[in-house]
């Protein structure tokens, strides 16, 4: 099987314990299966990994873009989302929701 182009880390907040806490996954549900919809929708070689804390929480939630290493703040909704893959489709950020522009 082929590597992904790229993988998107959606910020769960999964502490060491396995339990999750915090912003990010609070305010993402469902989140995870809408990315992965919208991927195989585009045509996009993406892979969606859910993950632990990713220590952003004062801008969270958080989804990261690697290897291009763009980390989005404030994904709180299905439009952010869809402006971030625009972004990624169209080779220009969603600089509005960059940590870093």
Excluded at 2 to 28: D, M, Y
Excluded at 33 to 43: A, K, M, P, S, V
Excluded at 44 to 60: A, F, M, N, R
Aim: one cysteine or more; proline letters at 5%; glycine letters at 8%.
């Amino acid at each position: 099987m082929a590597l992904p182009e790229r993988q998107i880390l959606l910020c769960q907040s999964f502490r060491s314990n396995g339990v999750p806490k915090g912003i990010c996954h609070k305010k993402t549900d469902g989140f995870a299966q809408y990315i992965e919809e919208e991927i195989l929708d585009r045509g996009l070689d993406i892979q969606i990994t859910t993950t632990g804390c990713l220590k952003q929480c004062e801008v969270g939630p958080i989804l990261v873009v690697q290897p291009d290493n763009l980390w989005f703040k404030g994904v709180i909704s299905e439009a952010v989302i869809d402006l971030i893959l625009d972004g990624i489709e169209d080779g220009e950020p969603a600089r509005d929701y960059l940590i870093k522009a």
